[in-house]
């Protein structure tokens, strides 16, 4: 009971707002889907314009530790949940034919995100974000990795800010551009699976796409190539978190402390067992179970993963300042519109070389 006490009323403030901000996200105005923006977005705006009301808000003794409990554990949950809707099986055996181009994008991104963190002398955290959320797979990736870099929730709004202003972009541009250039249909697929960020964008992509192509089967191929993007956040943040413990362990030489399950992000490890559990079901059961799983569950999970997730962003939203975020925002945009450009280039490029470019679904 002490916890609900201390935390429920800042809990249910997230709830709330991510309730409205998914209801939001559901809309269309006209031909234009509100799900092209997504509901983590609509919470992260609706807090900021609660702060900017009302700046005390979240500092309230009613609602900050709830408000603090949402934006880091509660984001934690939501990476450990999104498992549930990887089938490794599933991923390894369609998104394969894609691994070059995810292989060679998301090295590009982080790359070009270093490089551009020492040419504009960056926050490194900042960079880190906008870096990992360009290559990856946007805000799940940046959720992931936040906890992991101890970025606080400033550093988090201004990356999620960029990763949109991107996303909405090449879920507008690209289905065209793909066409214009020749593209193929499978090509398109994975086009868009890799350079294109956010879950929700890269279906509203393939979704245009298939209408202007005439053809099925380009979206349910370019989320699969996206899911394939996903598990990249394994690896990434185990290695942000070896070079985190290495750190740790230098300071610790020289007098501070060490500990490596301070710095080990064990919700990534349960985010691993999530995805394996699902694999396993789907590898090994069928029937009404496996039915029930693969189907009702699967789906579930992903409706709460993005919930949580716009939970978390809502609390941060409500610890950030909006006019300072637009203030300090023209070098993290460069950094984004950087790594956007390059990756779109490499995707192309790494399909011309491979032969995937022209073919078909």
């Not at 569950?297 to 919930?307: E, G, N």
């Amino acid at each position: 009971m002490s916890f609900f006490r201390k935390n429920g009323a800042g809990i249910a403030v997230c709830i709330l707002i991510a309730a409205a901000a998914t209801l939001l996200s559901g809309l269309s105005i006209g031909s234009f889907s509100m799900e092209l923006i997504g509901a983590p977005v609509f919470a992260i705006l609706i807090g900021m314009l609660i702060t900017m009301a009302k700046p005390d808000f979240a500092s309230g003794e009613k609602v900050k530790h709830g408000i603090k409990f949402s934006s880091k554990k509660i984001l934690q949950w939501a990476v450990i949940i999104l498992g549930f809707s990887l089938n490794l099986g599933t991923i390894f055996a369609v998104g394969a034919k894609s691994l070059p181009v995810i292989v060679s994008t998301i090295a590009t991104s982080l790359i070009v995100a270093f490089i551009m963190m020492k040419v504009l002398k960056m926050d490194g955290k900042v960079s880190c974000l906008i870096g990992v959320g360009s290559s990856i797979c946007g805000g799940s990736a940046i959720a992931a990795t936040a906890p992991v870099i101890d970025a606080d929730d400033k550093e988090v709004a201004q990356s999620i800010s960029v990763i949109f202003l991107f996303n909405v972009l090449a879920a507008l541009i690209f289905p065209t551009l793909g066409h214009a250039i020749g593209l193929g249909s499978e090509g398109f697929a994975i086009f868009a699976g890799t350079a294109v960020n956010d879950t929700s964008s890269v279906t509203a992509c393939a979704s245009t796409a298939e209408s202007i192509y005439g053809v099925e089967g380009i979206l349910s191929a370019a989320v699969t190539v996206k899911l394939t993007r996903t598990l990249a956040i394994i690896p990434i943040t185990l290695v942000l978190a070896l070079y985190k413990a290495f750190k740790a362990k230098k300071s610790g030489v020289e007098g501070g402390s060490y500990s490596l399950k301070s710095v080990f992000p064990m919700f990534i490890l349960w985010f691993i067992v999530a995805a394996v559990i699902t694999t396993l079901v789907g590898a090994f059961t069928e029937g009404a179970f496996c039915d029930f799983y693969m189907g009702t569950f699967v789906k579930s999970m992903k409706w709460l993963a993005k919930f949580f997730i716009a939970m978390a962003m809502c609390a941060i939203g409500l610890n950030t300042n909006l006019a300072e975020l637009v203030r300090k925002g023209g070098k993290p945009i460069l950094m984004g519109f950087t790594c956007w450009t390059c990756i779109t280039a490499v995707s192309i490029l790494v399909q011309l070389a491979t032969g995937i470019f022209y073919t078909n679904i």
